[in-house]
Each structure stands twice: as structure tokens, then as C-alpha cells.
């Protein structure tokens, strides 16, 4: 049973890099930094609800610092950890002590991943200019959270993990 736990770890490590890299590809219709869909929350939210929230919360760091080591750099992994850790705490608490549906769960997580992210862009940066995105950013967040929200609520119903009990 561990040996198929780690398996699936795996790969689902793996298909969150590999959305995470999708998502980079895909153009915005608003071209400003820090806007995307989000592919890769799609497996951690899948884990948060179909896993412990230790292996959700090691899949969902282990995504963020390779694909930072992979395509971002440190300032990359500085902003995407920050948000990162917010959302999945937001998420975690929202999914263990509350009973909201999925979607909510999402918007949250995706909002929370922005303030993470300008967090440390106004420690970095001008105040200015994050006064200036935020808005932006966190309509974005709130729309692609949604959308994230659907999805998973879909695949969390469909998919089926090989360590579920037949």
C-alpha cells in the first residue's frame, strides 16, 4: 500500500509540473505579470480532497520549488511559495472545518495564492505599484478560481486513485 501511495504521489507530482508548464504556454488575454489559469492547483486541490493534507500539502511545495529550480529562478520560488503556502492553509482549513463546496474552496485558495504574491512583491517592490495590480490580480484570481473550482470538482468526482478502497 506505501509503495502505491509514493507511486501515486508521483505522479501526480509529475502531472502538477507538467500543468504548471502548460499553464505558462497559454496566452492571457491581459498580458500582465502573475495572471494564469492555475492548471497545476488542479492536482493539489484533487489531493486536498482525495488524500492526506500532508501529501497535498508535499505535493503542492514539491511542484512549486522544481518548477521554480526548472523555469523561474529564486525570485520565481520566493513569489510562488508565498502564495502557495497562504492558499493551500486557506484551502486546508476551509476543506477541514467548514463544509463549503469545491468552487469556494478554489476562489479562496486562488485569492489567497495573489495576496501571498503581492505580499511579497510590496516587501520587494513599491507599495505604488502593488496598490496598482492588486485589483487586477484579484478579479483574475477570483475568475480563473472558479474555473479551477469547476474542474476539480469534476475530477475529484471521476477520478479514481489506485490506493482507493474497492
Same mark, same amino acid.
Given at each position: 500500500?506505501?509503495?502505491?501511495? /509514493?507511486? /501515486?504521489?508521483?505522479?501526480?507530482?509529475?502531472?502538477?509540473?507538467?500543468?504548471?508548464?502548460?499553464?505558462?504556454?497559454?496566452?492571457?488575454?491581459?498580458?500582465?505579470?502573475?495572471?494564469?489559469?492555475?492548471?497545476?492547483?488542479?492536482?493539489?486541490?484533487?489531493?486536498?480532497?482525495?488524500?492526506?493534507?500532508?501529501?497535498?500539502?508535499?505535493?503542492?511545495?514539491?511542484?512549486?520549488?522544481?518548477?521554480?529550480?526548472?523555469?523561474?529562478?529564486?525570485?520565481?520560488?520566493?513569489?510562488?511559495?508565498?502564495?502557495?503556502?497562504?492558499?493551500?492553509?486557506?484551502?486546508?482549513?476551509?476543506?477541514?472545518?467548514?463544509?463549503?463546496?469545491?468552487?469556494?474552496?478554489?476562489?479562496?485558495?486562488?485569492?489567497?495564492?495573489?495576496?501571498?504574491?503581492?505580499?511579497?512583491?510590496?516587501?520587494?517592490?513599491?507599495?505604488?505599484?502593488?496598490?496598482?495590480?492588486?485589483?487586477?490580480?484579484?478579479?483574475?484570481?477570483?475568475? /480563473?478560481?472558479?474555473?479551477?473550482?469547476?474542474?476539480?470538482?469534476?475530477?475529484?468526482?471521476?477520478?479514481?486513485?489506485?490506493?482507493?478502497?474497492?
Amino acid at each position: 500500500m506505501k509503495t502505491q501511495r /509514493t507511486a /501515486t504521489d508521483g505522479v501526480l507530482l509529475a502531472l502538477a509540473l507538467i500543468l504548471g508548464f502548460v499553464d505558462s504556454l497559454i496566452p492571457m488575454p491581459i498580458p500582465i505579470a502573475g495572471i494564469k489559469l492555475g492548471l497545476a492547483n488542479l492536482v493539489v486541490i484533487f489531493a486536498l480532497y482525495r488524500m492526506s493534507p500532508t501529501e497535498a500539502a508535499v505535493i503542492s511545495a514539491a511542484r512549486v520549488i522544481l518548477s521554480g529550480l526548472m523555469f523561474a529562478g529564486m525570485s520565481g520560488i520566493m513569489y510562488s511559495l508565498a502564495g502557495a503556502v497562504l492558499s493551500f492553509t486557506v484551502m486546508q482549513i476551509l476543506r477541514s472545518f467548514t463544509d463549503y463546496h469545491v468552487i469556494v474552496v478554489s476562489v479562496c485558495g486562488s485569492i489567497a495564492h495573489i495576496l501571498g504574491q503581492l505580499i511579497v512583491a510590496g516587501m520587494l517592490t513599491s507599495m505604488a505599484i502593488v496598490r496598482y495590480y492588486a485589483p487586477i490580480l484579484l478579479l483574475s484570481a477570483l475568475i /480563473t478560481g472558479i474555473i479551477i473550482g469547476m474542474l476539480s470538482n469534476i475530477l475529484i468526482g471521476r477520478i479514481k486513485l489506485p490506493t482507493d478502497s474497492a
